[in-house]
């Protein structure tokens, strides 16, 4: 069993920064990929950045240029390092750790508002 522990979400002024950390308990040693998402109040969730077992990364349009995913293997935290923030990014943010035989867990979400 493994559980995700976030962190790191607040209030933040837009163009300010924050960095979002997600804790691992459990074994991971079958992770094949790692992600965090957003959901925005009336909208669906999606996928914002995505870091693969082999170090390949994807990030939504939107975030290209000012958000970085990475991990910490030694912690077992993936963070999402987020820059030049706007009041479009302002949702939950969820962090997604799938793994090879157990599937896909995710964390509780933490909140992030960027205000104008």
């Known amino acids: 069993q493994v559980r995700l522990m976030e962190s790191g979400g607040g209030l933040v002024q837009a163009g300010g920064s924050l960095r979002l950390s997600c804790t691992a308990s459990?074994?991971?040693?079958?992770?094949?990929?790692m992600a965090w998402h957003r959901q925005a109040p009336g909208k669906q969730r999606e996928l914002v950045a995505g870091?693969?077992?082999?170090?390949?990364?994807n990030y939504a349009d939107s975030v290209k240029g000012r958000f970085t995913i990475s991990v910490d293997k030694t912690k077992k935290t993936v963070y999402l390092q987020m820059n030049s923030l706007k009041p479009k990014d302002t949702g939950v943010y969820y962090c997604?750790?799938?793994?090879?035989?157990?599937?896909?867990?995710w964390g509780q979400g933490t909140q992030v508002t960027v205000s104008s």
């Open positions: 997604q750790w799938a793994l090879r035989d157990e599937g896909d867990y």
């Open positions: 459990g074994r991971i040693d079958s992770t094949l990929y």
């Open positions: 870091l693969s077992k082999y170090a390949n990364t």
